[in-house]
């Protein structure tokens, strides 16, 4: 999982780059932080975003992890479940590539 998780972040991190992405230095969280939040919680956790934030944290993967009430309408099960089949298409890709 580890080899995985950080490859999902410097996929992230790449295509932000690519696409020349402005990041705000205000921020706490960089965007290809919290799109890799999304993404293991996709693909690790069915979804739950609590449990992909709490185990990044936890694992030091996102040092300055945001508090779960940074994330309005992330916490709500229906939009965890869409979450995941939002993901999809990028999982079933990480899947294939290993």
């Known amino acids: ?5 950080v490859a999902v972040f410097c ?4 295509i932000l780059k690519g696409l020349q992405h402005y990041q705000d230095p205000q921020c706490q969280m ?5 799109m ?3 993404l293991v919680a996709a693909l690790f956790f ?3 975003f609590e449990h992909a934030r ?10 300055h992890m945001l508090g779960k009430s940074r994330f309005p309408g992330l916490s709500g099960q229906d939009r965890q479940s869409s979450l995941a ?4 298409p990028v999982s079933d890709f990480i899947a294939f590539a290993r």
Do not use: H, R, W
């Open 11 to 14: 996929l992230c991190d790449d």
């Open 85 to 88: 089949s939002d993901c999809t």
């Open 1 to 5: 999982m580890d080899s995985q998780i």
């Open 54 to 63: 709490e185990f990044l944290s936890e694992q030091v993967y996102i040092p």
């Open 36 to 38: 890799t939040m999304a």
């Open 30 to 34: 960089s965007v290809s932080e919290v």
């Open 46 to 48: 069915g979804g739950n």
